[in-house]
């Protein structure tokens, strides 16, 4: 490859760093980068871009994408492919681990979110989950891709293990450089002027490596930009590809209102962490479109693929987590069993179109398409393996499908339309359930239905079953396991036979004997 001498005059002006970054990108240009841009407790409605579509597949809005305001998705969703069937788990840390690992939560068995500071399985819940989740004998995407040549970089959030563990350092599990991320999953504080945490009361939450914007007014999902963007020119400057898992704190609560944007929703009418929500959603759709610009500004645009998601359902401080509001239409919210505890956002694009850049050759996604076929979180680590040339690790057992199809809009017949959602613990939302979909039909089935939930509402009438077509009912109104026994029992028999071929743990009785599900 040729190389590039740059006179001396030049390295001394204002524009030397800039063409410095330009040539580094040319070097580093034999492999595509990646960037993963996960959001924290963020649902598919949580936007102004329409996910859900109508009879004929086109887009549909509802009042919810009006509310929101997210110009850097609605960027990205209008040069690529976004998914209207995209699932991750229910709760976080088991769709960060499925993503690191490609593997379900049934099989890597981090089945809940990880309480940094005590196992919290639940009464019931089996006492043989993988509470302290990743450590460094594990085979992790950034671990393999590194091996690939790949500079991996973790900023924001972590939440793979527990404190004093190996798994509360991404240093420890594959990651070059880790800024921000640690044991919880909530930061003490959005706000610098309140050190992020340090020195509150939510000290034990406070975020690491950011201690030099401490005290001005640089809010965290900002200070993490500003952050990225340095270690990214640094990783182009050095001629390196790069695996970017930029995973915010937003929009995970506290609900602390970013001040850049508060103004847009005080006459919303909603209530005032509803509005406090929404300001995260608008900050993290800047960090967004900042990063667009700033992969074009030094000239890796056209090389960079973006994948947006969220980690499991919404959380947005309306409703109860079992009716239509937070998510509506959709049923449901962040812990339920519903569609709007599972269904995430995911879009797909590069960061700049360009038809005859060879890696979009490679992969060439169409823009502004609806993808309608199942997928999911644990498809991530196949599919960038694929698109980056990596092998895959010899041994290494994955349960997530490559996607490379789906993304350049096209149909996939050889893929199953399933996913499976296990979470056999207690003390949260849903207790101890778990989920199958299998084509238009989804069933779950509750371990222990006399338990209640938060705000006393019985989560399935008392029920072990719950039945839905959910191409006649999408938004899960009509429970159909009383008037069609047979399909239930089909339907159990193919979530009991998933959960054996995933070697899942269960919850328990009493006296700690395990409750596998049971037929109808």
């Known amino acids: 490859m040729k190389r590039f001498t740059l006179p001396t005059g030049l390295l001394r002006s204002a524009g030397a760093a800039l063409s410095l970054l330009v040539a580094g990108a040319i070097f580093a240009a034999e492999k595509p980068n990646i960037m993963v841009f996960l959001i924290d407790d963020m649902g598919v409605m949580d936007t102004s871009v329409a996910f859900l579509t109508d009879a004929d597949g086109k887009p549909m809005r ?11 998705m609605e960027r990205l969703a209008k040069n690529g492919i976004r998914f209207n069937q995209f699932y991750a788990m229910s709760v976080c840390s088991p769709t960060r681990i499925s993503i690191m690992t490609g593997q379900n939560a049934a099989r890597h068995r981090a089945t809940n ?39 991996t970089i973790h900023i924001g959030k972590a939440h793979f ?35 992020y945490g340090k020195g509150t009361k939510r000290d034990r939450s406070k975020v690491p490596h950011l201690d030099q914007y401490h005290g001005t007014d640089t809010f965290l999902t900002e200070a993490l930009t500003i952050e990225t ?44 962490n509803a509005q406090a929500f929404a300001t995260l959603i608008e900050g993290m759709d800047k960090s967004l479109d900042d990063m667009l610009d700033h992969f074009e500004k030094i000239g890796v645009a056209e090389n960079t693929l973006v994948i947006f ?82 092998k895959m690790p010899d041994g290494h057992t994955i349960d997530g499908d490559n996607l490379k199809t789906l993304l350049t809009g096209k149909a996939d ?50 029920q072990n079953y719950q039945l839905f077509n959910l191409a006649e009912d999408p938004f899960e109104q009509k429970d159909l396991a ?24 269960y919850p328990t009785d009493d006296s700690g004997n395990p409750l596998p599900p049971k037929l109808p």
Request: proline content about 9%.
């Open 161 to 195: 293990g527990p404190e004093e563990t190996e798994g509360e350092e991404p240093l420890n599990l594959g990651f070059d450089i880790n800024i921000g991320g640690d044991s919880f999953g909530a930061p003490g504080s959005y706000f610098a002027e309140k050190n």
């Open 229 to 272: 963007k340095k270690v990214i020119d640094e990783t182009v400057k050095a001629g390196q590809p790069f695996y970017l898992y930029f995973s915010h704190y937003a929009v995970h609560a506290p609900f602390e209102s970013d001040p850049r944007f508060a103004r847009q929703y005080a006459n919303s009418g909603k209530p005032k």
């Open 413 to 462: 017949s050889s893929r199953p339309e399933q996913f499976l959602m296990h979470y056999p613990h207690g003390k949260h939302r849903s207790n101890y359930f778990t989920v199958w979909r299998d084509g238009d039909w989804k069933v779950i089935y509750h371990t222990h239905p006399e338990i209640t939930t938060t705000g006393n509402l019985i989560q399935s009438d008392g």
């Open 62 to 72: 509802y009042p919810l994408n009006d509310y929101y305001r997210t110009p850097g």
């Open 309 to 390: 998601l969220g980690d499991n359902g919404s959380d947005a401080p309306l409703g109860n987590q079992h009716e239509v509001a937070c998510s509506a239409p959709l049923r449901g919210k962040k812990g339920a069993h519903y569609e709007g505890g599972m269904r995430v956002p995911f879009i797909a694009a590069w960061a700049k179109p360009d038809p005859e850049n060879a890696f979009q050759k490679e992969l060439p996604i169409p823009a502004n398409v609806i993808q309608p076929q199942v997928a999911n979180v644990c498809d991530l680590f196949p599919t960038i393996l694929e698109v980056t040339n990596t």
């Open 113 to 151: 979110w990880i309480n940094p500071w005590q196992n919290n399985a639940g009464d019931l819940g089996p006492q043989t989950w993988d509470w302290k989740g990743l450590d460094s004998t594990d085979v992790t995407l950034p671990g393999v891709l590194r091996k690939n040549g790949y500079k």
């Open 482 to 505: 009383k008037s069609n026994p047979e399909k239930l029992k089909e339907m159990m028999a193919g979530l009991i036979e998933q959960l054996a071929a995933h070697e899942a743990v």
